[in-house]
Each structure stands twice: as C-alpha cells, then as structure tokens.
C-alpha cells in the first residue's frame, strides 16, 4: 500500500507561479515513477510530467515543458512539480500518481498507475 498526498494548489494570477508538493508514505520502496497528472473542469485527465526513482531526469507533456519543473528529493519521499508562467488553461485538479511498473521510458497512461492521491486545486485568474 502506498499513500500519497498533494498540497501546495490555490488561486494565483495568469503569469504567476505555484509549487505542488506529493508526499508518499507506506510502501514507498517499491515506487518505481511518480507522475502529475491534471483534470481541467469538463475535461479528461492528462498527463503533466513524471520522474522515476531509478534516474532524476524528468519528462513533461508538451504543454508544459517549458513552464513546468518536476523534482525529487534524495529519499524519493516528496515529489515536487514547480509551475511557472501560469495560464488559465492551467486551472485543473492536479493528482499525483505512484506506479510499481518499472519502465525505461515515461508512463503518460492513467492506467499505469497504481496509487492516487486526492488532487489539490489549481485556479489561474485571467
């Protein structure tokens, strides 16, 4: 069993910046990946960015890429994603994901992921 929990979400202005943190508790040793997802209102869930135990380079979805920073501490306990130049196309419900799988390349599928946390809220102001 693995538990995880975000924080860090609220209302900031377009432009404006926003760290979330995922904090893993249980069996957090057999975390392989942990990925951002995010569900705008009336949307599906997608995929933000991810960052496994095994290697600290991080992958982003496209959208993100150059605004978003996914970090990690030593211990692989805390997963940070750093959200700069925010848009309000940016405002959804932002989960953190754990999956046991072990892969080389990212896992951008909800179905890959074994564990959920229960989202914090992220709101960008036009």
């Known amino acids: 069993q693995v538990q995880l929990v975000e924080s860090g979400g609220g209302l900031v202005q377009t432009g404006g910046s926003l760290r979330l943190s995922c904090a893993l508790s249980?069996?957090?040793?057999?975390?392989?990946?942990v990925a951002w997802f995010r569900q705008p209102p009336g949307k599906e869930r997608s995929f933000v960015a991810a960052?496994?135990?095994?290697?600290?380079?991080?992958a982003y979805a496209h959208a993100v890429s150059d605004r978003f920073t996914v970090s990690r501490d030593s211990g692989y306990n805390t997963i940070y994603l750093e959200m700069h130049s925010l848009k309000p196309e940016d405002t959804a419900v932002y989960y953190c994901?754990?999956?046991?799988?072990?892969?080389?390349?990212?896992?951008?599928?909800?179905?890959?992921?074994?564990?959920w946390g229960q989202g914090t809220q992220v709101t960008v102001s036009s």
């Open positions: 249980g069996r957090t040793s057999s975390v392989q990946s």
């Open positions: 994901a754990a999956t046991q799988t072990y892969s080389l390349v990212v896992l951008p599928n909800e179905r890959d992921y074994h564990y």
């Open positions: 960052i496994s135990r095994g290697a600290y380079t991080p």
